[in-house]
């Protein structure tokens, strides 16, 4: 089944220079270059010699190592390593992904306006972290220069630039040098606790080679101890010298269980590195300090094209035909929760040579998925609020499977949105297609894949996308009940109001007739399936009436009981408002008569009334509050619904009691 909005992305935090999850809980990474070849039995003794053994730097060592200590992402944890180096005399250099800045769980504006004034620098990270060799070039560029023109912006000197994922390439290190930093940091390329690194130079040179891909070790991790941050230095400091730069992500305790390290841990290493820097045996500075250079002025990205017209397919490289490091351009690996995923090729796809094929082991929990790179438009589909989505996609599986949806908002921060029903496995090629509900105010991108939930494999291709319009003309985000009449059509209770000119309108204040409010309950159970009679109950219900099915169910289930007319007839009186007091009991009845003790709610609504026990109930369970006056509250039991309430008090209903 279909996991909830607040488990999405709760347990996964990010991994540089691998295939993982960003900050947002959706692991977005590429096919993870390593950056060394294989080692000999001596160097691997040698690695083990350097990661187990906390080698003391000799006393005539020179001041020839340079030490950096940087942190990426901006995560809000990190001002408790701050903290310490501050207490310390030490300095540090801050990469920022400006779409999380102000986010729950990462740095404020006055969080890095503080950290700067404490002679700590702050780099650039991209505005949403994506895998910059994936991407198209426009949207590579946007990502680099934007994110430095909005810390700029904010007052920051910004001349150093982090790739995420370590995800670089020439193309990518001259769009970096173009934007306006002095240099880039990568990963992977100087030794560290791995092994498999034991080859590779203990630090980089001063000046860098390429300033544009500065070698650093691998991020520091769980596994990491006191002597593994100790061998960085001193390793360095008794063969070559030079520059070491440790990445960081989270200084916390039971946070991401990978990136993580205690401030316990932080604490000890930062105090050793101070001690080693008042005996003169290693310097500490941020990357700025380091490469030097002044500050190139501000270079704003390219514009993003416009969205294309009705009718048009949304998605870039939709048929996955266009590759870059074995992984579809424009695409990412997304996901959450504890499980294993491998993304490959395969061929022939369901069109053209190639098809993604996605396997899911280890699972425990979560999900994974393919998705289109979660951007700033140049990948990923924009959107418009209020506006619905069609999405279709190829697939075939060992497992069922889901479209699931995220959307960006604010400056750059992805959030999950919805998913669609459950569909069965499908051994031969199978197309799926859903209709979003309308997108939320204040969103302006979308990004969905076919995900798997255990263990299994699934093959997607020819992904299609296309923008349905408004739900209803009269219905902006900014009104008050949009949230609740846009569910009430995501969820097909209401269709609107087809006008002459294509749009659709709702008509928010126009009273709920009873035999529309029938068709809301009706749709609302999910249209089960019913043999309308072939006469009808209702004097005033011809069997030709457009909701005679929806009436007469609704007269089926006890739900309405009509009103008694001569010689034992029975009428509905269809085109009637509903007011209040029965909207009460349509509900109630609705839910099945549940017991329930009534107790005083409302000034006028007296013990003696007709719907007391009704209308108490309803407002025992939230889904109605009256209106306050001195003295208590008012329900207004003979006032008539106007259809905005009525979708209130569905979308309230259901929030309370879900559909099944």
């Known amino acids: 089944m279909s996991t909830t909005n607040e488990q999405r992305g709760a347990t996964e935090s990010p991994r540089e220079g691998r295939a993982r999850p960003n900050a ?40 020839n190592t340079v030490v950096s200590l940087t942190f990426d992402d901006g995560n809000a944890d990190q001002l408790t390593a701050e903290a310490t180096m501050k207490s310390l005399g030490l300095v540090g250099t801050f990469f920022i992904t400006t779409g999380w800045i102000d986010q729950p769980t990462y740095l404020t504006t006055a969080n890095l306006q503080q950290i700067a004034a404490d002679g700590n620098e702050i780099g650039g990270h991209t505005v949403t972290h994506p895998d910059l060799v994936s991407l198209i070039p426009a949207e590579s560029s946007r990502q680099i220069c934007d994110g430095r023109v909005a810390l700029m912006n904010m007052g920051f000197k910004v001349t150093s630039f982090a790739y995420p994922f370590a995800s670089e390439d020439p193309a990518t290190e001259a769009l970096v040098k173009g934007c306006g930093y002095n240099s880039a940091r990568g990963l992977g390329d100087a030794a560290s606790k791995d092994p498999a690194s034991a080859t590779l130079p203990a630090a980089d040179t001063i000046p860098p080679v390429n300033a544009y891909d500065t070698k650093a070790p691998d991020e520091v991790d769980s596994t990491w101890t006191l002597a593994n941050l100790q061998n960085q230095v001193t390793h360095a400091q008794t063969t070559t010298g030079g520059w070491v730069q440790l990445t960081f992500h989270h200084i916390a305790v039971g946070t991401d269980p990978t990136l993580t390290i205690t401030p316990t841990l932080f604490t000890q290493f930062a105090t050793w590195l101070a001690q080693q820097k008042a005996a003169g045996t290693v310097a500490v500075q941020t990357v700025d300090q380091v490469v030097g250079g002044t500050q190139q002025p501000a270079v704003a990205g390219p514009a993003l094209p416009p969205p294309p017209g009705p009718g048009v397919n949304m998605i870039q490289n939709a048929s996955l035909e266009t590759l870059v490091n ?27 040579t190639n098809a993604e094929q996605l396997t899911v082991t280890g699972w425990v929990s979560g999900d994974a998925k393919l998705l289109p790179a979660l951007d700033l438009g140049g990948c990923s589909p924009s959107g418009t609020p209020g506006h619905t989505y069609q999405l279709k996609a190829w697939y075939k599986s060992t497992a069922a499977t889901q479209f699931e949806v995220y959307y960006r908002v604010g400056n750059g921060f992805w959030a999950y949105w919805t998913a669609s029903p459950l569909v069965l496995a499908a051994a031969n090629w199978t197309q799926i297609t859903w209709t979003t509900p309308p997108l939320p105010a204040g969103a302006s991108g979308i990004s969905w894949g076919l995900n798997i939930q255990t263990n299994g494999t699934i093959t997607t291709d020819d992904y299609e996308m296309y923008d349905n319009g408004a739900s209803f003309a009269d219905i902006p985000p900014t009104y008050p009940f949009y949230n609740e009449i846009t569910w009430l059509a995501a969820n097909g209770i209401t269709t609107g109001f087809p006008q002459p000119n294509g749009t659709t309108l709702f008509e928010p204040l126009q009273s709920i007739s009873r035999e529309a409010m029938a068709a809301f309950i009706y749709r609302y159970k999910g249209s089960p399936a019913f043999t309308a009679p072939a006469a009808s109950p209702f004097t005033d219900v011809p069997t030709t009436d457009q909701f005679y099915k929806e009436i007469t169910w609704l007269a089926s289930t006890g739900i309405t009981t009509g009103y008694p007319g001569p010689n034992n007839t029975r009428s509905f009186h269809p085109l009637d408002s509903v007011n209040r007091d029965a909207m009460a009991a349509f509900l109630y009845r609705l839910s099945g008569s549940p017991a329930v003790t009534p107790t005083v709610t409302f000034l006028d609504v007296p013990a003696s009334y007709p719907f007391y026990k009704e209308i108490s109930w309803l407002a025992a369970n939230g889904i109605t509050t009256g209106w306050a006056v001195p003295g208590g509250a008012i329900f207004q039991p003979l006032q008539p619904v106007h259809r905005d309430a009525t979708a209130a008090f569905l979308f309230r209903l259901n929030a309370k009691f879900p559909r099944v």
Do not use: D, E
């Open 24 to 63: 947002n809980g959706i692991r977005i990474g590429k096919h993870f270059r390593k950056r060394w070849t294989a080692f000999g039995s001596t160097a691997l003794m040698i690695a083990g010699l350097l990661a187990g053994v906390g080698l003391a730097a000799p006393a005539h060592a020179a001041p």
């Open 326 to 352: 074995t992984i579809p351009q424009c695409w990412a690996a997304g996901g959450y929760g504890t499980n294993t995923p491998a993304f490959s090729i395969v061929t022939p796809g369901h069109t053209g």
